[in-house]
Every structure is written in C-alpha cells, then in structure tokens.
C-alpha cells in the first residue's frame, strides 16, 4: 500500500522517440530530475523489460538508497517501473506523440520513508512532491525544446 500518489504532465516540442530515449537512460535521467542523487550497477542504456539498477535519492535531505526495477517498456509509448529499498514506489509514464511533439503523464505511487515519518505533514510532503514532480517536468521541456 502506498501512502501518497503524485502526477504532473507536460507537452514538450519535441519528437517522441527522442524523448522516449531520454527518459530510458537512467544516466541521463539523474541530470534532470531533482533529488535523484545517482542511478549505478546500470546493465544497458536504453533500459529494457526486466533490467535492474540501484539509485541514490535525496527527499528531505535524507538520503535514500535502494533499487528501480523496470516492469515494463513499450517504446515510445509505455515506461512502467517500481521501487525497493527505503523509499517503495511505482512509477508510469504514459507517453504520446509524433515527429514533433510530446506529451508525458507521469504518475507515482511511494511509501514515505521510515526516517521521514514523524518530520513533516503529510498533506506538507504530498506538497513538495508535487512540487518537485512539476519540477522535473519542467526540466524535461526545458532540456528537450532547447536541444531541437
């Protein structure tokens, strides 16, 4: 069971095979998205169904450590993964798009951690979340309409 879900979506000016590709390489992916500290042990790039790797995150300035599993890829359309460790989540990026633009929903499911429970409100941490999932959005468009 999951204590929070967040979701945020964006159009981006951009083709979606480019985007797709961008957000299947966990190197990459850690230059955008805020609080992800490091994503290591990564098999390929571009991930596939079933491949592993250990990531490194920041909420709250407690560092969390665990690892994303990918459930399942559908290029360009479909990136479905979840989450063991400190932080339990599952993650879906619902994608659709042509030669020229992209839109990402993106919705999480996550546990709060066992060191953050206590620290702040839960209505306070849904918040930030949302916040920093807006974030990370922003940072996709911004990356990807600046490029092409």
Do not use: C
Request: aromatic fraction near 12%; charge should be negative; hydrophobic fraction near 35%.
């Amino acid at each position: 069971m999951h204590d929070f879900e967040v979701s945020v979506s964006e159009t981006i000016e951009s083709p979606i095979q480019a985007v797709f590709d961008k957000l299947a390489d966990p190197v990459w992916v850690s230059s955008v998205m805020p609080g992800l500290i490091e994503n290591t042990n990564i098999e390929r790039v571009p991930v596939q169904n079933g491949d592993k790797f250990d990531y490194t995150y920041q909420m709250f300035g407690v560092v969390n450590k665990g690892i994303w599993y990918v459930d399942e890829i559908s290029r360009p359309n479909t990136y479905k993964a979840h989450t063991e460790g400190q932080i339990k989540s599952e993650w879906e990026y619902q994608i659709v798009g042509d030669s020229k633009s992209t839109s990402i929903e993106l919705t999480v499911k996550y546990t709060m951690p066992e060191g953050l429970v206590g620290r702040a409100s839960k209505d306070f941490v849904k918040s930030l979340n949302e916040k920093e999932a807006e974030h990370y959005m922003h940072n996709l468009k911004q990356y990807f309409e600046l490029q092409f």
